[in-house]
């Protein structure tokens, strides 16, 4: 067994699955529009791919107290393997709901599938209050980088055609090595040092914070369904059939908007100590919302791309703010169950709107899912700030 600590395993495995995400988000719509599928039908394999997210998510919260939370997360790796070959392997639509339901494949690139909350968990077991934001910022941080570098390469399969390649054939390549990430964060995940608690598990998931949870859960299920008019795998489509951006122009737009959102992380963390966790969620999603709005009549490519990327600075500030104020506002033992039964609700919430945005698309009206998202985003960050402004962290009631 190595001598590095845990937490340098989680941050890895966080690299190699961000890096996949990251090219197999743009990659997947472009892979169905090739094979002849109508943007609907993606918008449809989308929400197939949240809900299953969320079925394999509920089911970690539930898990995630009974078995060793390294274990857990070496089956998710390998079921990540599993899902790439498969793709690969297989065009028939009804199969690829099948695969995408069960498998690890994100079309929202955000924190959400079965591994995040097992590692939540482990990051926050001994970590104090006061470094608790810093930890969730730097793993947020690596995982963004991450995806930016793994959209960067996502014109690889341009590359693959100039050479000779078909453009199905250079796609499956890209999904064979997404794959192989899986088996290496196998490997890393392996390293992890047996976590499971000897004591018996509590008879429920959650105990004392049961209504904090279900609040919280409530209102982050609005933030994700507005967020699954714009997931990533649309939004590249959106830019595809608006401005025929091309696939190498697509992979840096995302690479950039990547690393935009990669070090808004640990600024966020620097902002929350000063105005706190809920302000700092709250008050950098706002304009980012208001940037969406305004990119869905922007006149020119430039223009909507300015402001895609000043939206990418802001609106995942709220992302370890948001995971550190759960983590804090629950026992150690309800941490596993809290950052499911959280992450469970939006993954549905996010699950319905990307088929109702793939129909408005093949409307009148390309840019309407990003106008939608964007009014429903401040909905929620207002409702966030009315109910949860007095419900402070540890480290804020005590400085």
Known sequence: MSNLSPVFYIYAARAVRGFGDGFAIIILPLYLSTLGYSPTVIGLVATAALLGTATTTLAVGFLGRHFDLGKLLLLGAMLMAATGVALASIEHISIIFFIVFIGTMNPSAG??????PLEHALLAQGVSHERRTKTFARYSLTGALATATGALSAAFPDTLVAIGFTQVASLKIMFFVYAGL???????YAQIPPTRSKETP??????????????????????SFAGGFIVHSLLALWLFVKFDLSLAQASLFFFWSGVLTAFSYPVAARLSRKIGLIN??????????????AAAFAPTLSIALALLLLRSALSQMDVPTRTSYVMAVVTPEERPAAASFTAVPRTLASAVSPAFAGMLMAGPFLALPLIICGV?????????????????????TNP
Not at 111 to 116: E, H, K, R, W, Y
Not at 182 to 188: D, E, S, V
């Open 202 to 223: 509590p008879p429920t998931a959650l105990g004392p914070s049961r209504g904090i949870v279900i609040k919280l859960a409530a209102l982050f299920s609005v933030d």
């Open 182 to 188: 899986g088996l290496l964060g196998t490997a890393l």
């Open 376 to 396: 429903l985003k401040i909905t929620y960050d207002l409702a966030l700030l009315f109910t949860f402004r007095h419900v402070k962290p540890p480290e804020e």
């Open 280 to 293: 700092t969620m709250v008050f950098t999603h706002i304009p980012s919302s208001i940037c969406l709005i």
């Open 111 to 116: 924190d959400t599938g079965l591994m995040i």
